[in-house]
């Protein structure tokens, strides 16, 4: 019996009721936070602090995003934030992509060597101070740098690509090569053309976890004034005198504290979301592309 008939049975439309109200249920559970700080960015102080929960204001205000959009600190960050991701994507993804096409060519000389020290690398890793260690004698601390090279290639990642390379049809590089294509014109002008379901995948993939990325930062920088656009954010959830030093507003001025700790949640966040649609319908594709053969 094939799927589809399955389907048409009692029992299958039975199962696809269930998992529908299931699966629906589990997405609205998960959404209701969101939600909540989305709605709790527009509401006043004294309805955050009665009410416990709400999806929507009784009423709005556009204060908390007044006061962090005219902060220094909160617009310095930002703009860090994506100058960092927006550099840390393109480093990974030329570092990863140009290590990966090399390694999938069965002809390249010490390739199994190299594929032996990757998947070390998968496995073992130097630890936190080691690392803090390198990038402190290289003199990368307090420098931008140190938010975007440690993390310039991902073994696993590799593996991924170098077996997607790999499933191209050889056919094509030799023709190319015939024609008196070098290698490098191979890999921009056929074999990036075709992997922009894998490039957009891990471009999604990389930028997020730049994005999100407070750790490196902690370790690395200590000038307030480079700091990216999380560990601001998780300095405000801490005391939120991380904005209210740096405000240039009336010293009387008191700020919306909790409203100003969702909005910039919802700011710091936002951008992710507007840049996901745009590879959405690579990132299926791409999820699959490179994982099965090895």
């Not at 589990?26 to 709605?39: D, E």
């Not at 929960?53 to 995003?65: C, G, R």
């Amino acid at each position: 019996m094939s799927l589809h008939q399955m389907h048409n049975t009692k029992p299958g439309k039975v199962f696809d009721v269930v998992n529908f109200i299931f699966l629906g249920a589990t997405a609205i559970i998960m959404l209701l936070p969101f939600i909540y700080v989305i709605a709790g960015s527009f509401a006043t102080e004294a309805e955050l602090a009665i009410r416990p929960f709400f999806l929507w204001p009784h009423q709005v205000t556009l204060e908390a995003y007044k006061f962090i959009l005219s902060t220094p600190a909160f617009i310095r960050s930002l703009l860090v934030t994506i100058g960092v991701t927006i550099g840390g994507t393109l480093i990974q993804l030329i570092f990863t992509f140009t290590f990966a096409y090399p390694l999938s060519r069965k002809y390249l000389k010490g390739r199994n060597v190299l594929l032996n020290m990757v998947i070390f690398c998968m496995l073992f890793s130097g630890g936190m101070i080691p690392t803090f260690l390198i990038i402190k004698n290289l003199g990368l601390l307090d420098t931008y740098w140190a938010l975007m090279l440690p993390g310039a290639i991902s073994p696993f990642n590799l593996m991924i690509i170098k077996n997607f390379f790999q499933e191209i049809p050889m056919e094509l590089e030799e023709s190319a090569r015939m024609d008196g294509a070098s290698e490098l014109t191979i890999l921009t002008k056929i074999m990036l053309p075709l992997s922009k379901p894998i490039i957009a995948t891990f471009t999604l993939f990389y930028a997020v976890g730049i994005w999100n990325d407070f750790m490196s930062a902690l370790l690395y920088m200590n000038d307030s004034a480079k700091w990216p656009i999380q560990l601001l954010l998780r300095q405000i959830t801490m005391s939120s005198s991380a904005l209210n030093n740096s405000a240039m507003m009336d010293p009387n001025y008191i700020p919306p504290e909790q409203g100003m700790k969702l909005a910039v949640i919802v700011v710091a966040t936002l951008p992710i979301l507007i840049f996901y649609p745009f590879l959405q319908k690579h990132f299926a594709k791409g999820m699959m592309v490179g994982s099965v053969k090895g």
